[in-house]
């Protein structure tokens, strides 16, 4: 046994931020990913600077069933016109965008906190915890979605909070399973067992030692449950579960104003159709480049 | 086989039950509150206790749970309060409409979902390839409700070919089942044609395709009969499982389109507290869900030889 300590050079891990810049560099070679993570971006900026883009006041009436282009009354040009109500759909859009983009993230992160430490609980300790654990998860995991998200927004009132509440109890079981899947791959690696003969704690090693190496699986997922996420708010707002009115939702928006596309007032419904439907394209095109460039290390 | 068989079907029961009991849980946990929902809200308390204590409701949440399995497996569903009528004469009609809607679909879905993840897997990284991967990357970005409204506005605005609302009230019609299958079609098939093409390219790349073209059979006998077959044992799986994304999209797009049918009943009865209703569509939804998983299970095991001769 060779009892000589090799002086290996000491590699510091980056951190977070160094990753995630490196992570953005490496989209280059993905002009797909490139291209959904400037829509996200484009969506992102709108959000923080709603109060300085948007034209108008979202919520105030002003003329209504405008077509886009529609010079308004006390100056100022309708881009995307009025709705049925007389409210600007631009600026309707971008601060209906915010609120979407906020509940989303919010909902998606807590939903990865609840769901990252089942899944490492169960993929760590196994035994009777992780039947318990997989066999909730397989029974939230068995109702069809939308059908789920119906029954605990009917029951538990139509808010913020509850929807934030209803993605996390809808979606952490699918987040269990990914990082238990990893967590059960990388429990078994050489320096799993280094660290447990140094005598540290469970959770020591389950949050500092396997959560990073899980990551990559994890960024993708995390971009595909923000794109889910976003149809879900919309669709709760479409089905009039969603946030409550008058603030503008993009869903709340179509609902609202769907009736008038065949009687000829069809972009007040179509503008907050394709502002969803591109946003989500943004999410899935990041995840498909993120997947991708992921692979080729 | 066998054994496996019994456990897959064990598990499926355990989690019907367990659903069951979240659902009865969540509906009738609270006597008060059904009582309120079968009497209205201008009943005294004194006739609310009257009622618990007429109809059992006063017993042990267990015991009335094993009672109501009892009487569900038996085919009775409770009366409707807002229709004030038993749920099975209303709840089998809607489900029958949905699922004219769902197996059409799903019929539509899978036919596109194959041809275009097999034409794209068969020469990855072609511009054929890239082409369709763009166009199902993108359907799969537009929600159902998205969909509906551009597609209302494309064919029954401006072109007029098509009814914008598709209530079935005048018996089944054909054109009115074009636009929601076309939703729903649209933004479920990517998924499956994905997986196809992941299989699809992957067998491709496999000693024996190769063998085949060197042997110079014809390229569309290749395909048809060497690489098919083993490229579409993955993606059967996801198509089953692909059934419970149905139901989902079902709910949004019956609603959509004033669709007779269950997912715009369960919508309903959720938002007037219909208890009795919402706990027939959740416990069918569930079991439809978890029956095809089952059966997709099963049939993967059964497919691939690799699992079945272990």
Known sequence: MATSTTDAPLVRP?????????????????????????????????????????????????????????????????????????????????????????????????????????????GYFRGYLDEIISFFANVILSFPIMVLYVLIIAKVGASGLNIIFAV?????????????????????????????????????????????????????????????????????????????????????????????????????????????????????????????????? | MPQLIMRRIGMMILIMLTVALLLFLMNEGDPRLIARSVLGPYAQDQQLDAWIVQHGYDRHILVRYVEWIGRVMSGDLGDSIIYKRPVNEIFWDRLGNTGILAGVTFVVMVIVALTLGVLAGMKEGSTQDRVISVFSITTTSIPEYASAVLLAWIFVFTL????????????????????????????????????????????????????????????????????????????FTVIMLQINWLLSGVVVTEFAFGYKGFGALLLEAALRRDIFVIEACGTAAVFVAVFTQTIGDLGYTYLNPRIRFK
């Not at chain 1, 209906?96 to 490492?120: D, E, N, W």
């Not at chain 1, 979606?171 to 447990?196: H, L």
């Not at chain 2, 636009?179 to 093409?197: D, I, K, Q």
Request: hydrophobic content about 50%; some cysteine.
């Open chain 1, 168 to 297: 996390v109890f809808a979606s952490s079981p699918g987040i269990m399973r990914i990082v238990r899947g990893v967590t059960m791959d990388i429990a078994t690696r050489d320096y799993i067992a280094a660290s447990q003969t140094r005598g540290e704690g469970p959770w020591y090693i389950m949050l500092v030692e396997i959560l990073p190496n899980a990551r990559s699986p994890l960024i993708v997922d995390f971009c595909l449950r923000m794109g889910y996420t976003t149809i879900t708010i919309g669709a709760l707002g479409f089905l009039g579960l969603g946030l409550p009115p008058p603030d503008p939702d993009w869903g709340g928006m179509i609902t609202e104003t769907r009736a008038f596309v065949t009687g000829g007032f069809p972009h007040m419904a179509i503008l907050p159709a394709c502002a969803v439907s591109l946003l989500v394209l943004g999410f899935n095109l990041l995840a498909d480049g993120l997947r991708e460039v992921s692979l080729k290390d």
């Open chain 2, 160 to 235: 007029g070919w098509l009814p914008g609302t598709s209530s079935m009230t005048s018996g089944f019609n054909v054109v009115e089942l074009i636009l929601p299958v076309m939703v729903l079609t649209l933004y479920g098939f990517g998924y499956v044609a994905r997986m196809t093409r992941a299989s699809m390219a992957e067998v491709m790349t496999n000693p024996y395709i190769r063998t085949a073209m060197l042997k110079g059979l014809p390229y569309r006998h290749i395909i048809m009969k060497h690489a098919l077959r083993n490229a579409l044992i993955a993606p």
């Open chain 1, 14 to 122: 980056d951190s977070t931020i160094v990753n995630a810049v490196k992570a953005v560099a490496l989209l280059r070679e993905s002009p797909v990913g490139l291209f959904g993570a400037l829509i996200v971006l484009f969506f992102v900026l709108l959000a923080i600077f709603a109060p300085l883009v948007s034209p108008f006041d979202p919520n105030a009436t002003i003329l209504p069933f405008a077509f886009p282009g529609t010079a308004a009354p006390d100056g100022g040009v309708f881009l995307f016109g009025t709705d049925h109500l007389g409210r600007d759909i631009l600026s309707r859009i971008i601060w209906g965008g915010q609120r979407v983009l906020f509940y989303a993230t919010v909902a998606t992160i807590s939903a990865y906190i609840v769901g990252i430490i089942m899944g490492l609980a169960a």
